[in-house]
């Protein structure tokens, strides 16, 4: 057990789901606090039934802190990490800053839960839509070696953060009243339409989102040689992402085998019959912790190619629910 816990960016929309995760799973703590930006300092939130005032998040803030779960922008990570940790405390974080960085592990619990015990203060949760995907190929590869990847994803507008919501909202309710919106978050209108761009520019035409997907991949299944191509896109549905997945593995691998592989993964759900329509949509995953996977079929321009479609909920498991199992993991000493 820790003493002293805080949660960092308490009031977002995943500090607030790691608020309600640290209650509901009864995580062990004698005492917490919230920090979030000077914005945010000085409003109260609910937690276990007692007021708390949020504290602004400052250096200091971490005295006596044992543990910190974060959910903060790149910028804020990169200035407030290294102070926690000075303060002797570890930090769980989300953002997106110290996951490459070789001293830092980058863990998803179900799939590479030994890396925590690397770490030198900070663990890294991965990109929501990495941590997914790496979440349904881990027993494939265990079984059959993962060659190659090839991914297009259809991302919720949550992962864009609580702007992102209102983008979808607003636009959605402006379009159908024949109004014009001002779209704070995205280039384009995201109500009745998709967006191939997430993140910036990088590498060879590629975004950062797709990137991450290609370089977290690596690092988590600790095999440089998987080769991976990924396409974002941002689509008009409020929570969960949905991915459409081709693996090539070294060994084949029939739907058959591959059904059996994912049911018996801790944190995957199969949702598999076409026949009668079964399979995991956004609708259907919804503040559910698990991945769901479904559409499983064997590729037909490889021999040993297998293709299925993969649904989690972005801001629980692809976020919040991560960090949180991975404190859990640390309270264990895995």
């Known amino acids: 057990m820790f003493d002293s816990i805080a949660v960092v960016g308490a009031t977002g929309a995943v500090g607030s789901i790691i608020r309600e995760l640290l209650e509901t799973r009864k995580f062990p703590f004698k005492r917490i606090k919230f920090l979030a930006s000077a914005r945010s300092a000085g409003k109260t939130v609910t937690f276990a039934g007692q007021e708390h005032t949020v504290e602004e998040l400052k250096p200091e803030a971490f005295r006596g802190v044992e543990l910190a779960i974060a959910s903060t922008p790149d910028e804020v990570a990169r200035d407030f990490v290294p102070a926690a940790v000075e303060a002797g405390c570890v930090v769980v974080d989300e ?4 996951r490459m960085d070789p001293k830092v592990p980058l863990v ?3 799939v590479n839960a ?3 015990r690397r770490h030198q203060g900070i663990i890294a949760s991965p990109n929501c839509s990495t941590t997914q995907m790496v979440q349904a190929l881990k027993p494939l590869h265990d079984y059959g070696r993962v060659k190659r990847v090839v991914v297009s994803t259809y991302q919720a507008v949550s992962g864009a953060g609580l702007v992102g919501s209102r983008d979808l909202e607003g636009g959605t309710r402006a379009a159908l ?3 014009a919106y001002q779209y704070e978050c995205f280039p384009y209108p995201i109500a009745f339409n998709c967006i191939p761009q997430i993140g910036s520019p990088k590498h060879q035409g590629y975004t ?18 998987i080769q991976i191509c990924a396409t974002c896109v941002r689509i008009p549905v409020s929570n969960c992402h949905s991915e ?5 593995t070294e060994k084949k691998i029939t739907v058959e ?3 059996e592989l994912f049911a018996a993964t801790p944190g995957l759900v199969v949702m598999d019959d076409l026949p009668k329509k079964t399979y995991p949509m956004p609708m259907l995953c919804d503040r559910r912790d698990e991945t769901f996977i479904g559409r499983i079929r064997e590729d037909l321009s490889s021999p040993s190619g297998l293709a299925f479609w993969c649904v989690s909920d972005n801001l ?3 976020a919040a629910t991560n960090a949180v199992q991975i404190a859990e993991a640390l309270v264990r000493g895995v």
């Open 114 to 116: 030994h890396a925590i």
């Open 208 to 225: 950062s989102e797709e990137m991450k997907m290609v370089l977290e991949t690596r690092k988590i299944l600790e095999d440089e040689s």
């Open 95 to 98: 953002s997106a800053y110290w």
């Open 108 to 110: 998803i619990p179900e």
């Open 257 to 259: 085998k591959a059904r």
């Open 177 to 179: 009243e024949g109004r």
């Open 316 to 318: 629980r498991k692809g």
């Open 244 to 248: 459409s997945i081709l693996v090539e």
